[in-house]
Each structure stands twice: as structure tokens, then as C-alpha cells.
């Protein structure tokens, strides 16, 4: 853990629940700083690749704040999570998909929006398209395949000086798709018991899926692991007429919030702003559908 709760004022409750291939998954729930007809829903929070929920806090800070509850999430095989294995986004959409169920199960009936970083903005995506509770994403620092996002991290270490000759030749070598499809998916299929499709663990792959859903694309200027274009790329394929695009001035690829944190809550709230709005207006239609499935 890189800091506790209440480094930043925050209540907190431990829980657990499980993903929906069974995997159990350890959060905490932060609730709004507001009474409960002020809430304004639930935004879900996912780490990216080597972090784990404490990685979410500062985010988490002002989301309650904001009369935002928040559930940040420990992905598999990070934190206090179990799991022997893990994906670029793909099968963590999983876990996501069990905090959105622990979410309603709790009672909270407000919209339900999930904010990621890295490969937890590619599980976000991922788990929105299979899950219509799921009203909106905020997609930080996401790629648009794990071949271009080892392709970043191998132009990161083959500009790095104290990186060796074989490091940076291994990096290299794991980013050819030709060396992907012939040795790595399978050494990653005989480990875990699942074949990893690159095509459908692509980020892009969910983009068409999110429909008319609200979805907030956030990168860094100089991120080099995934360059902005990634989110440029995204952005200009999302079919949403309620899509946004952030690029922080200065900021790499972890840094996105702490560089510009004022930018950053603006854009994010005026985003959960349009998402709340139009969650609003498509209530009544939401209690048709619901009443004519109850004749």
C-alpha cells in the first residue's frame, strides 16, 4: 500500500466480494460526503498494472467530495486480491463486473460509472459493454491493444541508459506480435487454462460495444508507455454523441492527476455532470421498460 484512507480524510470499510468467474476480490467503500438523498451514484475505481487500490486514493479524494460513494477496487492478483494470474484488461472486466453486482446489492440504486488507469481503464471498457448497469467510463492512460502498449514500453526501455543490451532486446522481442502468437499466448494459455485472443482483448474491441454510453478518454502529453493517440484513436472510433476527450499538458503515463489535478476534477466532474443529466432524462423510459416486463 502507497497510503491508507485516512491520509486523505476518507472513512472506510473493508470488503470483499467476489468476481463473476469466482475469483474473491478485497475493496473498500468510501461513501459520499453528503446525506443519502444527495448522493450522486457510484463511481468504481481500478488500478492499473503493479498497483492496487491505495493507487486510487487521491482520485477517490475528491470523487466523495463530490457526494460521489466510491468502491475502489483491488484487481486480481494485485493487492489483497487472489488470483494467480492476470490479463491487459481483457478477464479483469470481471472484477469490475462483481463490484458493479456488490455495488447493487448494497442498495445503492444511483448511476454507476467506472473510472480506470492503464490496463484498469481496458478492464473498465470491457466490463461497461457487458454490463447495462454500467452508465459511463473514464478511461485514464488506456491502450488501444497490449501490442501497442508493449510497443511503448519497449521504446521507453530502449531510451533508457541504464537499461542492458538483453533487457532491452527482451522487451523488443516481446513486443513482436509474430513472438506473441507464437510463444507467449500459448505459454499463457498452458499456465492459466484460457486462450487470450489479442483482438478481443483490445481495447478498441469494446469501443463500438459502449454504444450511445457517456465515455471520458484521458491520456497524458508526453505519456510514452501509451501515447496520446491511443485515447485520440479511441475517441474518434467511441459512437457516443456524449464522448470526451482529455489531454493533460505535461503529464507521462502515471502521472496524469498529480501534474494537473485541478484540470483533471474539472473535466472529470463536468463529465459526471453529463452523465447524471442524461441519466435523469432516461429514467422514465427506464420505468416503462421495467413496467411493461412486469405485466
Known sequence: MVAEPQDYGLQAQRV?????????????????????EEVHGTVILAHGGAGNRSHMLSRAAFLVRNAWNVLAVDLRMHGESGGEWMSPGYYEAQDLLGAATYTRDRGERGPIILLGHSSGAVASLHAAVQSADVAAVIADGAFISPEAMMRGVANVVANDPNASIWRKLGVRLAASRTLQVAVVLPMYALR??????????????????LGARPVLFIAGERDSVVPPE??????????????RL??????????????????YEAEVLAFLHTVLAADTAARPNKRLKLAGATK
Request: charged fraction near 15%.
Open 16 to 36: 470483499a466480494f467476489a468476481a463473476t468467474d469466482g475469483i474473491p476480490l478485497v475493496a473498500w467503500w468510501l461513501p459520499a460526503r453528503a446525506e443519502p
Open 192 to 209: 492459466t487454462g484460457h486462450r487470450l485472443q489479442l483482438e478481443r482483448a483490445s481495447a478498441q474491441s469494446a469501443i463500438l460495444g
Open 230 to 243: 491511443n485515447a485520440r484513436r479511441m475517441y474518434g472510433a467511441a459512437p457516443s454523441p456524449l464522448k
Open 246 to 263: 482529455l489531454i493533460i499538458p505535461g503529464a507521462e503515463h502515471n502521472n496524469t492527476y498529480r501534474v494537473n489535478a485541478p484540470l
